[in-house]
T-cell receptor, first 112, second 112 residues
Framework: GENVEQHPSTLSVQEGDSAVIKCTYSDSASNYFPWYKQELGKRPQLIIDIRSNVGEKKDQRIAVTLNKTAKHFSLHITETQPEDSAVYFC???????????FGAGTTVTVRA | GAGVSQSPSNKVTEKGKDVELRCDPISGHTALYWYRQSLGQGLEFLIY????????KSGLPSDRFSAERTGGSVSTLTIQRTQQEDSAVYLC??????????FGSGTRLTVV
């Protein structure tokens, strides 16, 4: 099955700086890559996703890039704010499946 | 319903007892998933139901774990003879298409 690795496991940034989280996946046929944000004690929520026919997608201060050749994708958060502090999970899905395989998560702390 | 509903929100049980966790997905969503999240860990896939197809049980950690989905809607995850290592948050999600899950708030299971 699909194997997703996520780095770093923790990330501390100064408010206003950028944060970057990277994920690699094993199945070259995977075609859907969502990112979820989980605030403390709450459910994971989808914040952005990208499909394999697109190299980059932006939504305000967040963006995701996909490199299919290298089988990796990244989440970029610009102008970080305290409310960006959370655990972020990347995921990947194969072509014949609804099931997502998740990375281990990155705990992001934004220092005021 | 408007969202994915899980019950109970918290469950404390004695080691060796059986527990049932319930998930009520978003109306019309054909796919339903169970994940487990241990303290500070990522999302571990357990089982996945898609329409009337046989469920994907490849993530169930032992034969003490089982799940069913009645009438293509509500699902129950059953853990028999609970062990302390079963303590975790059990998350249910549903989706109506291949893109993006909606998660429930989870059931926090504590085995004492």
């Amino acid at each position: 099955g699909e194997n997703v690795e996520q780095h770093p496991s923790t990330l501390s940034v100064q408010e206003g700086d950028s944060a970057v989280i990277k994920c690699t996946y094993s199945d070259s046929a995977s075609n859907y890559f969502p990112w979820y944000k989980q605030e403390l004690g709450k459910r994971p929520q989808l914040i952005i996703d990208i499909r394999s026919n697109v190299g980059e997608k932006k939504d305000q201060r967040i963006a995701v890039t996909l490199n299919k050749t290298a089988k990796h994708f990244s989440l970029h958060i610009t102008e970080t704010q305290p409310e960006d502090s959370a655990v972020y999970f990347c995921a990947a899905r194969g072509p014949n499946d609804y099931k997502l395989s998740f990375g281990a998560g990155t705990t992001v702390t934004v220092r005021a | 319903g408007a969202g994915v509903s899980q019950s109970p929100s918290n469950k404390v049980t004695e080691k060796g007892k059986d527990v049932e966790l319930r998930c009520d997905p978003i109306s019309g969503h054909t796919a339903l998933y169970w994940y487990r999240q241990s303290l500070g860990q990522g999302l571990e896939f357990l089982i996945y139901f898609q329409g009337n197809s046989a469920p994907d049980k490849s993530g169930l950690p032992s034969d003490r774990f089982s799940a069913e989905r009645t009438g293509g809607s509500v699902s129950t995850l059953t853990i028999q003879r609970t062990q302390q290592e079963d303590s975790a948050v059990y998350l249910c999600a549903s989706s109506g298409d291949p893109y993006g899950y909606t998660f429930g708030s989870g059931t926090r299971l504590t085995v004492v």
